[in-house]
């Protein structure tokens, strides 16, 4: 074959993958959408963080204005986006508790929301800075609070289903996750989120079964949602085992300068993951987050050698808890004691992570800020004793005055 027929099939072959990109392309933005608006419901855990892609949008339309509407008939719209559609957020800077317009992003025209929150169940349209709407979800996040958690290997067994009439109430469990160990027993679990079923629900909302939506749908009437209202989330866990793949952690040319540079017979002390210090003061409180780590991946904390497991250290087992792991698998530690000190491993999808060599200090300069919640607590007790101390004190000086002016007062009898 000549060079000049090579060059002709190159061409026609490049002319045909451009022609199949764009009419890709056109079939995304020709998507259509709905004639009347209906909502997609969708239910998270709090501190979750999820995506709603806007499905459908007019070809003209070249970026997309979310907006936020608490319920339905609310007269009050949050705009989520700057309105060219630009915002964007990084997740490592989002903190729980963060207000709204911090905690989401706008990406290829869909809506980010970080570390999600009660509160923020609701509407989001997706639409244009005129204010029409393409597409909407109706979003449930369900609080983790009185989450309650049922351990298999202990023979307890999920909540059963609720009847009440023509309303049943019951719980769907997601996936179970990855064993969140290797090599040593571990544990997965999964995440069980409240659904209804009923004939009475708004026929304006999707649903992905007959009449099935789950408890904190806006498609759900109120007397509906008082019935409802005390099946809690639950967390299903069972114990795991599984084998760690081979991973070559150090190179062997750093082995051999460690062995030169160490003394004969010892082996310097080489960390198998990354290792941060942090020093702690004796009595506070310390909360550690897994680098990398969302509420719905399968992490796990040891210390040294000490495996924390959930059965015993889950938010929630007993009241009278010190260390234990909150559904966010963040590891809490309150009232720091001298104990406490060693190195607490971080377990991701069943590989550990990171670590965290914790010193607690019993004495030493202590920096206040208004960010640590103690020190918020202690402001708020001394504004509240000298509110009471005030109270006090204009209370008795009121009845000094009343006794004053009816010993005054002339008798007119």
Same mark, same amino acid.
């Given at each position: 074959?000549?060079?000049?027929?090579?060059?002709?099939?190159?061409?026609?072959?490049?002319?045909?993958?451009?022609?199949?990109?764009?009419?890709?392309?056109?079939?995304?933005?020709?998507?259509?959408?709905?004639?009347?608006?209906?909502?997609d419901?969708?239910?998270?855990?709090?501190?979750?963080?999820?995506?709603?892609?806007?499905?459908?949008?007019?070809?003209?339309?070249?970026?997309?204005?979310?907006?936020?509407?608490k319920?339905?008939?609310?007269?009050?719209?949050?705009?989520?986006?700057?309105?060219?559609?630009?915002?964007?957020?990084?997740?490592?800077?989002?903190?729980?508790?963060?207000?709204?317009?911090?905690?989401?992003?706008?990406?290829?025209?869909?809506?980010?929301?970080?570390?999600a929150?009660?509160?923020?169940?609701?509407?989001?349209?997706?639409?244009?800075?005129k204010?029409?709407?393409?597409?909407?979800?109706?979003?449930?996040? @369900?609080s983790?609070?009185?989450?309650?958690?049922?351990?298999?290997?202990?023979?307890?067994?999920?909540?059963?289903?609720?009847?009440h009439?023509?309303?049943?109430?019951?719980?769907?469990?997601?996936?179970?996750?990855?064993?969140?160990?290797?090599?040593?027993?571990?544990?997965?679990?999964?995440?069980?989120?409240?659904?209804?079923?009923?004939?009475?629900?708004?026929?304006?909302?999707?649903?992905?079964?007959?009449?099935?939506?789950?408890?904190?749908?806006?498609?759900?009437?109120r007397?509906?949602?008082?019935?409802?209202?005390?099946?809690?989330?639950?967390?299903?866990?069972?114990?795991?085992?599984?084998?760690?793949?081979?991973?070559?952690?150090?190179?062997?040319?750093?082995?051999?300068?460690?062995?030169?540079?160490?003394?004969?017979?010892?082996?310097?002390?080489?960390?198998?993951?990354?290792?941060?210090?942090?020093?702690?003061?004796?009595?506070?409180?310390?909360?550690?987050?897994?680098?990398?780590?969302?509420?719905?991946?399968?992490?796990?904390w040891?210390?040294?050698?000490?495996?924390?497991?959930?059965? @015993?250290?889950?938010?929630?087992?007993?009241?009278?808890?010190?260390?234990?792991?909150?559904?966010?698998?963040?590891?809490?530690?309150?009232?720091? @004691?001298?104990?406490d000190?060693?190195i607490?491993?971080?377990?991701?999808?069943?590989?550990?992570?990171?670590g965290?060599?914790?010193?607690?200090?019993?004495?030493?300069?202590?920096q206040?800020?208004?960010?640590d919640?103690?020190?918020?607590?202690?402001?708020?007790?001394?504004?509240?004793?000298?509110?009471?101390?005030?109270?006090?004190?204009v209370?008795?000086?009121?009845?000094?005055?009343?006794?004053?002016?009816?010993?005054?007062?002339?008798?007119?009898?």
């Amino acid at each position: 074959m000549s060079l000049a027929h090579t060059t002709v099939l190159l061409w026609v072959w490049g002319s045909l993958q451009a022609f199949e990109i764009v009419e890709k392309e056109n079939i995304f933005q020709k998507t259509p959408c709905p004639a009347f608006l209906m909502f997609d419901n969708a239910a998270y855990l709090a501190d979750m963080s999820f995506e709603l892609p806007c499905h459908c949008k007019p070809e003209e339309v070249s970026a997309v204005v979310w907006y936020y509407q608490k319920h339905l008939s609310s007269s009050h719209t949050k705009v989520l986006t700057d309105f060219d559609g630009r915002v964007l957020t990084e997740a490592a800077y989002v903190r729980g508790g963060s207000d709204m317009l911090v905690r989401f992003s706008i990406r290829m025209f869909s809506l980010l929301v970080f570390r999600a929150q009660p509160e923020d169940s609701g509407l989001y349209f997706c639409g244009t800075r005129k204010g029409d709407y393409f597409y909407a979800y109706d979003v449930d996040i @369900q609080s983790n609070e009185g989450m309650v958690a049922t351990f298999k290997d202990e023979g307890q067994e999920p909540f059963e289903d609720e009847y009440h009439g023509d309303l049943h109430v019951f719980t769907t469990f997601w996936e179970w996750t990855p064993c969140d160990r290797c090599g040593v027993r571990g544990e997965q679990w999964r995440i069980g989120l409240c659904y209804l079923q009923s004939p009475d629900l708004s026929p304006r909302y999707h649903k992905t079964m007959p009449d099935v939506v789950s408890c904190g749908s806006q498609a759900v009437p109120r007397k509906l949602r008082t019935m409802a209202r005390d099946h809690m989330p639950e967390l299903l866990v069972r114990s795991c085992l599984v084998s760690c793949e081979k991973r070559k952690t150090i190179r062997e040319g750093m082995l051999a300068i460690f062995n030169y540079v160490s003394k004969v017979g010892s082996r310097p002390w080489v960390p198998q993951v990354p290792i941060q210090f942090h020093k702690q003061r004796l009595g506070h409180g310390l909360i550690i987050s897994c680098p990398g780590a969302r509420p719905e991946h399968a992490v796990a904390w040891d210390k040294d050698h000490q495996h924390l497991y959930r059965t @015993q250290y889950l938010k929630g087992v007993n009241r009278s808890m010190r260390v234990f792991i909150d559904h966010g698998n963040q590891l809490h530690i309150r009232f720091t @004691q001298l104990s406490d000190r060693g190195i607490y491993y971080c377990w991701r999808q069943g590989v550990r992570v990171a670590g965290f060599r914790l010193a607690v200090k019993s004495r030493g300069h202590y920096q206040v800020s208004f960010s640590d919640p103690e020190t918020r607590s202690v402001l708020q007790l001394t504004l509240i004793g000298y509110l009471l101390i005030t109270a006090v004190f204009v209370t008795i000086h009121l009845c000094r005055c009343c006794c004053y002016l009816f010993r005054c007062c002339p008798n007119f009898s």
